[in-house]
């Protein structure tokens, strides 16, 4: 009784917790209608709440040398200065051009049959009693059996098809001691009611910005591009509040 009260009090508070916060969103929703979507204000990305500096293991430093009446320094990697991001709040633009296809089927069949018959011919004469208990004649060699036939079929298939180029200015965060920088773009495009939002962050090497300033998204290591949109549109194509609710908590 005390486990289905408990459970019960767990369901209560779930139920209650889920309709607060849809009704919270739902109230933040009305007091937007008739107006377009809120542009997110520039902030210094460390002053964001939740942001935490990169840490990645690092090789030992290296002493930096110049020698006298020279322009040159052992940790040079050009010797005429260009425009390429090089320090903290320097840009640069990420190309994002993902041309992603994926087509896998699988097909399983499996079956199998077993047959069991036991039987107990000799039980220091006591078989001769199971007339007596058994209301039909019983043939003591056969007295049990068992028969299992077991058929599995399945057939998978998955065919995905993505395409993704675009680009966007991201700003340096942060130098790593090697010389790799740490780099965050956001950008935000907004269409009469809809808002079209595209964020990307990881790291990348100085050698792998070009002379144009670029860098491609498949030189940034430990890369997050994040692309999405927030408007009428896009709340069209999600199911509405009760629908998730009902997936979330029906086991079947």
Request: proline share 5%; glycine share 8%; with cysteine.
């Amino acid at each position: 009784m005390k486990k289905a009260n408990r459970i019960s009090g767990l369901a209560l508070m779930l139920a209650t917790s889920t309709l607060l916060t849809a009704c919270g969103s739902t109230m933040d929703r009305l007091a937007q209608v008739g107006q377009p979507p809120e542009m997110t204000q520039i902030v210094n990305p460390h002053l964001q709440n939740g942001y935490q500096p990169v840490s990645m293991p690092m090789p030992a430093p290296k002493m930096v040398s110049k020698q006298p009446n020279s322009l040159w320094q052992s940790d040079s990697k050009t010797f005429f200065k260009d425009q390429r991001a090089t320090q903290v709040g320097d840009i640069l633009t990420v190309l994002v051009d993902i041309e992603d296809e994926a087509d896998i089927e699988n097909k399983t069949q499996r079956s199998r049959n077993s047959k069991e018959g036991v039987g107990i011919d000799n039980m220091l004469g006591f078989e001769t009693a199971l007339d007596q208990v058994l209301p039909t004649d019983v043939d003591n060699a056969n007295l049990v059996g068992f028969d299992s036939n077991t058929t599995t079929k399945g057939d998978g298939k998955i065919e995905r098809e993505e395409s993704v180029k675009l680009r966007l200015a991201a700003v340096v965060t942060q130098l790593l001691p090697n010389g790799n920088m740490v780099i965050q773009g956001n950008q935000e495009v907004r269409v009469n009611f809809e808002k079209r939002i595209l964020n990307v962050t990881g790291i990348i090497r100085p050698q792998d910005i070009s002379i144009d300033n670029t860098v491609t998204y498949d030189q940034i290591a430990e890369a997050r591009i994040v692309y999405g949109g927030e408007g009428h549109v896009t709340d069209l194509q999600q199911p509405r509040y009760g629908q998730q609710v009902y997936d979330i908590l029906m086991p079947f």
